[in-house]
């Protein structure tokens, strides 16, 4: 008797307590149809998203699957199929300014990175807007998010100083696990200098001496930022993760089960490929149909006449750097499963990129330097792995060559550290909650990566100091927010009056709507301004200034402007400066010439 009593008490206080929580609700509903005041206070904000920026060290324009290439791809390219590619998007022509525009929004002269520390010329050493790592007149995007109520991630190479008050945790990043200097081994400390032999390293602010015993760069970086997001999920706090991959910058460095994925398919040739990646991004709609591919390097020869053990064997160099991007995009992939089980995915915004044109520059040679030198010994010594079997392994050092690089900058001209388009114009894929354009579709809106600061700030809900904290007025931000062009209401954030410009080691352009109008250095450039209508001729193939001198004057007045508005000081000293010495006299490039290279064995008839 007793536990049935018991029984029946309990149902009695639980029919109790359905019937004040239905009163309950029944009041909640009458309060909030009939107060005035309630609507806003019930309303609930939603839940702002994530960002991820991956970022590709020296990766290609047509390097990926979804803009044209043979590398398998899948992870980045399902990114293109649920959000958009950008087929008009601008960095800068080298590693550490992109970054330093990426992160301040301002422009590199301004925010001291108007030159790359390795190259800081003699009359540029000491002045503002040269020091060669993020200068303090600029508040980082990191700084802000972080301000707004964000945590802030960041893996890989940083490139932006390394003093205590310049490394990532003092920029505004709450977590990282960084490399400071522009590029090193994947697989240990160990740096190309024997007067700087190690990498620098931080994490979280500290230094460090060693690295995790299975240290793999683009694993690790991968690993760490997974451990990252989970210390701190379900806080509540939306996150801003930077993973500045090192891959695929040379030397390439790759595990033994990455580097025969595409044995022999390299021997065909650079022209061959480049062919192919065309055909398929004009199949794609990254290129309009006609499109020229950009005229081979002139001093490149045509790799048909090369003996089969030469295209072999540049070929293997190639199939490394492919494995090296399959690579990449298998970890990257790695992050996004861990967003999906987390829950994390649906409301992560991800933008994909390379930092400028691929590395067609032989960097290892440039530092080991000539015999007799401290560097060229150090360099015989701890990279002294050239057997191809070894290529990939600790101690080696491959790089592609201009060859491949033109391969991986189809259809452009040129590559990295130029401002040809092979060495500006990337790739961009944006996808998440904030893209409203069709799944999978191709804008070819004039974009730049300073635009990306404006637009995080704006989806963060925050915005761009005017004033620093010690009353000076902030440097102006020179991008343009993408926000109405990722909903749909614009098709580009620049009009035709709106311009680019640029200027790295003495070589400089500047983009107005179709043309543009660019300076090089000799043999790569005439020593004189060029004008292309980089809308119908991406290869920069025909220069018309001398047809439409109006148009190279009024571009003319657009650069000046630039350049004394944002503190500009050609260098007087350059990487460039003896290369004209160096190559052959720049000829045309005309297929078949000459005929005695090409001619077959004269069979006489029967």
Known sequence: LIPTMARNRRIVLASANVTRASVAVIAGLHAALFSAGTPAQAEVQPKRPNVVIILGDDLGFADLGSFGSEIKTPNLDALAREG??????????????????????????????????????????????????????????????????????????????????????????????????????????????????????????????????????????????????????????????????????????????????????????????????????????????????????????????????????????????????????????????????????????????????????????????????????????????????????????????????????????????????????????????VVQRPKGSINQGLMHVADIMPTLLSIAGTSYPQTSSDGKAMPPLIGKPWNDMLAGRAESPRTDQDYLAWEIFGNRAVRQGEWKLRWQFKPYGTGEWELYNVATDPGERMNVAAQNPEKVQALLAVWDGYAKANNVILPSRGPFETLYDQLPARVPVDEGFPPLIYQRQFVPPQ
């Open 84 to 433: 958009v590619r950008f087929s008009n998007f601008y960095t800068h022509a080298s590693c550490s300014p992109t970054r330093s525009m990426l992160l301040s929004g301002v422009d590199t002269h301004l925010n001291g990175l108007g030159n790359m520390s390795e190259w800081t010329a003699p009359n540029q050493r000491g002045l503002v807007g040269y020091e060669g790592y993020l200068n303090k007149n600029v508040v980082t995007l990191p700084q802000l998010m972080k301000d707004a109520g964000y945590h802030t991630y960041m893996v890989g190479k940083w490139h932006l100083g390394k003093a205590p008050d310049r490394i990532p945790a003092a920029r505004g990043f709450e977590r990282d696990f960084s490399l400071l200097d522009g590029a090193g081994s994947y697989w240990d400390m160990w740096n190309f200098t024997g007067a700087s032999p190690k990498s620098t390293f931080t994490e979280d602010g500290r230094y460090l001496t060693e690295l995790p015993k299975d240290y793999y760069a683009t694993k690790t970086y991968t690993d760490k930022l997974i451990g990252f997001i989970d210390a701190n999920h379900g806080d509540g706090k939306p996150f801003f993760a930077y993973v500045a991959h090192q891959a695929p910058h040379d030397p390439y460095h790759l595990p033994k089960e990455w580097r025969n994925r595409h044995v022999g398919e390299y021997d065909k040739g650079w022209d061959a490929v480049r062919q192919e990646r065309l055909k398929r991004q004009i199949e794609l709609g990254i290129m309009p149909a006609g499109t020229q591919l950009a005229e081979r390097m002139y001093f490149l020869p045509d790799p048909v006449v090369l003996a089969p053990a030469s295209r072999a064997i540049l070929g293997r160099k190639m199939e490394l750097y492919a494995g090296l991007v399959e690579n990449l995009d298998h970890h990257v992939g790695r992050l996004i499963d861990h967003l999906k089980q987390i829950g994390e995915y649906d409301n992560t915004i991800f933008i994909v990129f390379g930092d400028n044109g691929a590395e067609g520059t032989d960097l290892f040679k440039m530092i080991a330097g000539t015999p007799g030198t401290l560097n060229y010994l150090f360099a015989s010594a701890r990279w002294s792995q050239t057997n191809p079997n070894a290529w990939g392994d600790p101690g080696s050092y491959v790089g592609y060559g201009p060859m491949w690089a033109q391969v991986s900058m189809t259809p452009f001209s040129q590559y990295k550290g130029w401002v040809a388009e092979g060495g500006v114009h990337n790739a961009l894929i944006v996808s998440g909650p």
